[in-house]
C-alpha cells in the first residue's frame, strides 16, 4: 500500500504502521459508538487517613465495559479520548454521574463524604467551565466543599496565568483542587505558591519504588510546609502505609484497603 508522507513523497506503507492506524480507527470508532451507548460506568476508590482508616474522600474512576471486548482501561482510551476531543463529552458525563452518586450517598446518610473527579486539560480550558461546575453543584445540590476536581502538572503548565485565574474562581466557589500524579510533571514549584490548591498526591510510582522514599519524604515535608493536605497513592503493601504513617503522611489511597470498585460495593466501606 502506498501513501503520500507530509513532504508529499510516496512512501510505502509498512505493516506495522497499517496496523497501528487501523487499530486506532478501530478504537476511534468504537469509543464514538461508547458514548452513545453509555457504554461507561464509574468506579470509586476511597483516600483514607492514614492514621485510623477513617474515608475521607471516594475517587471517581471510569470504566468501559465494551460489550464484546469486556473492560478497557481508561490507560487505554482517556489519551484517545482527549487527542479527538471526545473527552469534552466523556468528562461531562463523569461530573453528572458522580455527583449524582455522592447525592444517592448523602441521602442514604453518608454525609461526609467528598468526591474526587479526574479532569482533563481540556476540560479545564473550556471557556464555561467554571460556570458548567457550579450549574451541576446547583442541579445536584451538592455543596461545592463536597467536590475536589484532580488537575494534573499537564494541566497547569499549558497557561499559567489563565490557571491562576479559574483556579481562583473554584476556589472563590468552594471547590477543592488537587494535583494529581504530583512529581511526574514538568512544572516549576514555584506554581505550589501561586495556585489555590488544597492536595497533593504523590504519584504511586513513587510509593512504591524503595529507591524514591526519600523522594516521597520531601513531598509530604513540602506539601505539609506549604499548608496542602497529601495523600501517597498506590499504597498496596502494609510497609508502604507504615513508612507514611511514620513520615507523617495524613492521607492515602490504594489496593491495600481496596481497589476501585462499583458504588453499591464500595459504600459497604463506610
Ligand atoms: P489517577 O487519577 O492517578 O487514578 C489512580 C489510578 O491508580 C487508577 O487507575 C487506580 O485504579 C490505580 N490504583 C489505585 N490504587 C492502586 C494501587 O495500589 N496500585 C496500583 N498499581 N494502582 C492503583 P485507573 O482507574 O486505571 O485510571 C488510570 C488513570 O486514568 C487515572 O489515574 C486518571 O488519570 C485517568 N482517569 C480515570 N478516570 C478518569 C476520568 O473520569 N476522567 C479523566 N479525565 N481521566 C480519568
Ligand atoms: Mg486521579
Ligand atoms: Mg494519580
Ligand atoms: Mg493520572
Known amino acids: 500500500l502506498l501513501f503520500v508522507d507530509e513532504k508529499n513523497s510516496i512512501k510505502f ?44 474522600a471516594v475517587e471517581a474512576l471510569i470504566r468501559w465495559y465494551h460489550p464484546a471486548e469486556g473492560m478497557i482501561s481508561p490507560g487505554q482510551f482517556i489519551p484517545l479520548a482527549e487527542d479527538t476531543g471526545m473527552i469534552l463529552e466523556i468528562g461531562d458525563w463523569v461530573l453528572h454521574e458522580s455527583l449524582k452518586q455522592l447525592k444517592k450517598w448523602e441521602n442514604k446518610g453518608f454525609n461526609n463524604l467528598t468526591i474526587a473527579v479526574n479532569i482533563a486539560p481540556q476540560q479545564f480550558q473550556q471557556d464555561k467551565f467554571v460556570l458548567k ?48 500524579d504530583f512529581g511526574t510533571g514538568y512544572s516549576s514549584l514555584e506554581y505550589l505558591n501561586r495556585f489555590a490548591l488544597d492536595k497533593l498526591k504523590i504519584d504511586k510510582s513513587f510509593v512504591h ?16 510546609n506549604l499548608g496542602l493536605q497529601v495523600v501517597a497513592e498506590g499504597v498496596e503493601t502494609a510497609s508502604e502505609l507504615e513508612f507514611l504513617i511514620e513520615n507523617n503522611c495524613k492521607y492515602y489511597q490504594g489496593f491495600y484497603y481496596t481497589p476501585p470498585k462499583p458504588a453499591f460495593e464500595i459504600e459497604k466501606y463506610f
Open 133 to 180: 461546575v457550579k450549574e451541576l453543584l446547583n442541579k445536584y445540590n451538592v455543596s461545592p466543599s463536597k467536590l475536589e476536581l484532580e488537575i494534573t502538572e499537564r494541566t497547569v503548565i499549558k497557561d499559567v496565568e489563565y490557571t491562576v485565574e479559574v483556579l481562583n474562581k473554584l476556589k472563590f466557589l468552594g471547590v477543592k483542587i488537587s494535583i494529581d
Open 13 to 56: 506503507y509498512q505493516d506495522s504502521m497499517l496496523g497501528q492506524l487501523s487499530g486506532r480507527l478501530n478504537l476511534e470508532s468504537k469509543l464514538r459508538r461508547a458514548i452513545s451507548k453509555q457504554e461507561f460506568i464509574l468506579f470509586y476508590q476511597p483516600q483514607l487517613e492514614t492514621k485510623n482508616n477513617n474515608i475521607v
Open 209 to 224: 519504588d524503595q529507591s524514591n522514599l526519600n523522594i516521597v519524604r520531601t513531598i509530604i515535608m513540602m506539601g505539609s
